[in-house]
């Protein structure tokens, strides 16, 4: 079993900055592949970010690409997923997600095994 807590989400001015951090217990946090996903009300679960095992590749939804960085501490087991130039459309329930799967990255929700409660975060206009 892997558990997985997410901090650091709020409510943030369009434009504005935030990262969330994502804290992982239990198994080898090197052995899995990491994933930031997002759900807003009414929409499906969304793909934004995924890193790999030793952090050195990452995949970024179109949405997202050059606003959000996600990267890896594996020494402090977390994850971290920072967010620039913030948008109302931003404004989801944000899940950090772990996989076991063999690959680099995934922006499939179905592959990971084990996910995080998710934190809020709001942009507002």
């Known amino acids: 079993q892997v558990q997985l807590v997410e901090s650091g989400g709020g409510l943030v001015q369009a434009g504005g900055s935030l990262r969330l951090s994502c804290a992982a217990s239990?198994?080898?946090?090197?052995?899995?592949?990491m994933g930031w996903f997002r759900q807003a009300p009414g929409k499906e679960r969304e793909f934004v970010a995924s890193?790999?095992?030793?952090?050195?590749?990452?995949y970024y939804a179109d949405s997202v690409k050059g606003r959000f960085t996600i990267y890896r501490d594996n020494a402090k087991n977390t994850v971290y997923l920072q967010m620039n130039s913030l948008d109302p459309e931003d404004t989801a329930v944000y899940y950090c997600?772990?996989?076991?799967?063999?690959?680099?990255?995934?922006?499939?929700?179905?592959?990971?095994?084990?996910w995080g409660q998710g934190t809020q975060v709001t942009v507002s206009s």
């Open positions: 997600a772990a996989s076991g799967v063999v690959g680099t990255t995934s922006s499939i929700p179905s592959r990971y095994a084990y």
């Open positions: 239990g198994r080898t946090f090197s052995n899995y592949i």
């Open positions: 890193i790999s095992r030793t952090g050195t590749i990452t």
